[in-house]
């Protein structure tokens, strides 16, 4: 067995391991004592069926992201003796995919829990759900009156659809709308915390952030609510520090500003019963437990105690009856339960195993290049890299004035490439890894072509440079002996990857396994449940990867419960305004045209129209 080169077991402790065949294995949270799946055998199988790339959703690591965030809430209640619920809330916009939601809410049911909406579209969703009578749904975003009146006409069927008033003109439309209808509405205030996170979302924090009112706004909404004798309707108040919070201490800040405003606002005569501290709670991308934007410096359990001692604490202070807490966790929810399969399509490799053989009518520059072969050392290595890189781009400028042809060049690039990689091995064999040269040489890295869209299924990586871990699947009990990049299937230079998490810290290269000829070779990219399938693109036209969820069973068995066949071209066509009848018709025409010319013969004509047919009912990534 190798190290852990990935840093699987810091990451993915609770999920992931490294089986005695090389292959990696889903561990099983809910049942610890139960065989890990190999993961392969689940590719394989969707392999009869469908082709890479995958989206492949572990409803069991749902199941326990679920049941972690409510029983560690309980447990921080109970050891801390503050009296009242938790609650947990289930932001849609995270993942809104129908199976996904399903299974949020078939698992979160025994806890009560509810949904968090942000548009017309997710509450038509939340509506849709089987929600417990005890089930909260919570409507912030900006409303128009279709919102507003749906939302207070699903309260007579006992929903409680909640209304988080984000602005005064929000309110006045409330107002307006529960007169006409003569229905009360159940009312939440969203509160524009003062208080500044790190990590990426830290402009959007604070008074900066573009949501909530601020306290001027508040006292102003307190008095318009009073008018109107609905201030007996405010029953929940609303804040959001930001999304994937690093610092704990910052959670505890957080909490404390929002029940300062809880206590006030009980104080003017509002009933809150609910305290929804929104989201934040973060994922550990990288398995460092650090106050980092990849990282996080706090366990679940501690985030859970933390919000409830500061929350106990105030309340007591201020002598107000203990609120009911709620939280919307998105990403720590269902970020882990999705991992991306894809297939490596092709190698570019910059490695040239011998040096060209020199001749006598080559130029003298060639065997200048060759002779830095013999003083390669540590005090001359910046010379060796300057000199190599002088006598190529001489020559360069020989072949573009047409002094020497292109078997010339090519003889020259190879030998480059061959000069070049003996430089990198020096560096890395002395470990001379803080001289300058050793960043440059990070160029010469390989390049691996990977069957999926950056755009499509990782937005985050190419937007916000987000970090999830990856690792070959098979293998893992092999050295690797390769340095890679990753590149997706887009005709795009952004479609790369090139940070990774490994074992030793976050690199610029991936180590991997040299791929043999047709042999099928994977990887996995975890933790890409949150926000990825939903914020995802269709640069080029690559539409929804397949999808398959797979619920773990004992002896290293599994079951395949919900397949989702990927977009089809005619699909991803209708998002861009072609009908694929139409592009049928069009493509027919032009053939028979060439037909009737008899340019082409009517078996020609066959074909080129069902293979045409086939692509548009087809997969949008490359099939074997
Ligand atoms: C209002 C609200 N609640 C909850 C969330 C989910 O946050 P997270 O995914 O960090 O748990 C968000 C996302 O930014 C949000 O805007």
New binding site residues.
Partial sequence: MTDDVYGIEKWGKDFFQILSNGNLGLKNPLKLKSRPVDLTKIVKKLNQKLSPPYIIRVSDYLEFMIDEINEKFNKSIRMIGYKNKFKSVY?I??NQQSQVIKNVVKFSKKFNSGL?V?SKAELLIALSQNLTKNSLIIC?GTKDEEFIKLALLSNKIDIKTILVIESLKELNLIIKISNSLNLKPLLGIRIKLTNLISGK?SQSSGDRSA?GLPVDKITEALTNLKKNQLLDCLILQ?S?L????PDIIEIRKYTQEACRFFVEISNYGAPLKYIDL?????VDYTGENKSKFHSINYSMEEYCSNIVETLKLEFDKAKIKHPTII???????VATSSILVFNILDTTIFDVKSCPALHKKDHIYLSYMIQILNYISTDRIQECFNDLNYYRDELRVLFRNGQINLLEISKIEKTYLYVLNRIKKFVDQKKLNSNPVASKLNNLADIYHGNFSLFQSLPDVWAIEQLHPIAPIQKLNIKPNKNVILNDITCDSDGTISKFVLNNGVKDTLPIHEIKKNEEYYLGVFFVG??QETLGDLHNLFGDTNISTVKLEENGKFKIIHEQIGDKISQVLSYVEYSSEEVIKTFFQKINKYYKKKLINSKEKNQLLKNFKASIDGYTYFEN
């Avoid at 930001?242 to 919070?245: C, E, L």
């Avoid at 929104?278 to 973060?282: E, I």
């Avoid at 939280?327 to 929810?333: H, L, M, V």
């Fill in positions: 932001p916009k995270v968090e942000g912030n979302w949501f609303h959001h930001g999304s994937q919070v929104g989201g934040g709670l973060g939280t919307e966790s998105g990403r720590a929810t949150a926000y």
